[in-house]
Nanobody, 126 residues
Framework: LQLQASGGGLVQPGGSLRLSCAAS????????IGWFRQAPGKEREGVSC????????YYYDSVKGRFTMSRDNAKNMVYLQMNNLKPEDTAVYYC????????????????????WGQGTLVTVSS
């Protein structure tokens, strides 16, 4: 069972990146999925979540309107399109299966049994 995040890199402020998360050994469609990030010296935070039914996607306030999360169950993939990137978006980004999404705050809720990808580094700098 594995999640593999990719697509990170160095981008200038205002630029865009698309992160991908590929699952192997299990079916992503059976899970709610979250994207998290951890900036240097900061705690990991959830930024986006899609429910298990793939009907609703949630976003934390700091990325709302700039990030778009999607899932392609046929390809067993999840994506995070990030536009208008800011230096404060610099972080290692992780995808993970999660217990559920928290609609009021737009964040995923992960538990001890959830599966995490290894992370991909996004650096926003001029």
């Amino acid at each position: 069972l594995q999640l593999q995040a990719s697509g990170g890199g160095l981008v200038q402020p205002g630029g865009s990146l698309r992160l991908s998360c590929a699952a192997s050994g299990f079916t992503l469609a059976h899970y709610a999925i979250g994207w998290f990030r951890q900036a240097p010296g900061k705690e990991r935070e959830g930024v986006s979540c899609v429910n298990i039914e793939n009907t609703v996607t949630y976003y934390y306030d700091s990325v709302k309107g700039r990030f778009t999360m999607s899932r392609d169950n046929a390809k067993n993939m999840v994506y995070l399109q990030m536009n208008n990137l800011k230096p404060e978006d610099t972080a290692v980004y992780y995808c993970a299966t999660v217990i559920d999404c928290l609609p009021l705050i737009g964040r995923p809720r992960a538990g001890p049994d959830d599966l995490w990808g290894q992370g991909t580094l996004v650096t926003v700098s001029s």
